[in-house]
Structure formats: C-alpha cells, structure tokens
C-alpha cells in the first residue's frame, strides 16, 4: 500500500457498539488498525463521562494491539496507576488538566509505557515546549473534546503543520496524532500537514460498513497524500 504505511490508524471505541465492544476491537485489530484509541471521559474535564480503567482491562484480551488512553480527565495524575496496571500502552493527558505535566510524563515512561500529551483546539503548542522532547506522542485535538462526531475544525491545520515542523526543527521522534472529525476525506490532508497518527471514530464504527471496509476506506484515501 506503498507510502501509506506510514501513517497509523487509531480506531477510537468511542463510536463502536459498546454491546459487543471485544468483539468491534478483535474486528478492528483484524482489519488492519495500528492502535486501539480509548477516550476516557470523567464528566468534569468534558461534559461526558465515557469508560474507566475497567473497560481497559475488558480490552486487552481482546487485542494485542497497543491500547492508546486519551484521559480527559482532570487530575489524571490520581488515575495513572490504575489505567497502566490495566494494560494501557500509550497514556496521553490534556495539558491544560495538569500543571505538573512534566512528572506526569516521567511517571508514565518509567512504568514502562509511552507519554503523550493533548492540546484542545485553543490551547496554542507553544505550551509544549518545555515537555516536548520527553514525549512519544502529540496529539492535536481538531473537535472541541466531548463528544463523538463533530465536524473537523478547518483552522487545526495550520496548528498540526506547524507543530510538525518544531517536531522536525528539533529533529523529535514524536508521534504527531489527531482526533476529531476524521474521515476519508479529511484524512490526506492532515497526513499532509504532517500527522502520522489518525484517532477515527464514527468514521470507523458505523452502521454503513464493515469496520474492515471503513479503515480500508481510509486506508486508500492516504495514497493521494504523498
């Protein structure tokens, strides 16, 4: 599939049928997923309260795919132990829900696992600097956070172009992620602004396709981005 490769899909859970949710996660990691992407929501943080360390616990003996934690949270600093010992892979936490965003990032590469960091759409990346080169993974909010199926904000563009070339300025192996809104028509042009890591939810689980069909989908929509 050629340059495509490269860039790696997150089906987020937030969108699948939580009837039958080990069952959408062994589907997704069948089809071809890179990650699975858990949106964690706490109610405060977010005006919705989604899925705990429990539901990452269900996950896991669903997939061996890495588990991607998004904690919009507040405080995420009290919830880290539980969702590492729960089997998360990848723990990202919202800068703006946690001051002390350096020793969180610590906590979690000395577990063992990866650090990330999200930025809601307002929160300009300049914030970053300091903790950017301890990190594995940026993700780039292009919804406002809360809710599934928003529309992709249009001005988060210029935001992932213009992280990724920091990311290359200082020469960081930083993943650079997105989540909001993403679909096959979105999906080249923020692989062309520079994301590598796609989080996609109602585009992948949805009553018009299979979940195969849908990453497919996508998947192909990333040849035209090289």
């Not at 990311?167 to 979105?186: C, F, H, Q, S």
């Amino acid at each position: 599939m050629g340059s495509s490769q490269k860039i790696k899909l997150a089906p987020s859970i937030l969108s699948a049928d939580f009837g039958r949710l080990g069952e959408q996660v062994a589907e997704a990691t069948k089809a071809g997923a890179d990650y699975i992407h858990i949106d964690v929501m706490d109610g405060h943080f977010v005006p919705q309260i989604t899925v705990g360390a429990l539901v990452v616990t269900a996950i896991r003996k669903w997939t061996k795919l890495p588990l991607d934690v998004h904690l919009m949270i507040e405080e995420p600093e009290q919830q880290i132990s539980q969702f590492i010992d729960a089997g998360a892979d990848i723990i990202t936490c919202h800068i703006e829900a946690c001051p002390d965003i350096h020793r969180v990032v610590h906590r979690a590469k000395k577990a063992g696992i990866k650090a990330g960091v999200a930025l809601n759409p307002g929160t300009p990346i300049d914030t970053l600097a300091e903790v950017l080169p301890y990190l594995d993974l940026v993700l780039v909010l292009t919804v406002n956070p809360g809710f599934g199926g928003q529309t992709f904000i249009e001005a988060m563009l210029d935001k992932v172009a213009h992280l990724r070339a920091e990311l290359d300025r200082k020469n960081l192996a930083t993943e650079l992620a997105v989540d909001g809104g993403i679909n096959a028509n979105v999906a080249p042009r923020v692989v062309r602004a520079g994301a590598r890591v796609l989080a996609a939810g109602s585009a992948v689980f949805n009553s018009e396709q299979t979940i195969s069909e849908a990453l497919g989908k996508i998947r192909s929509s990333l040849e035209v981005a090289f």
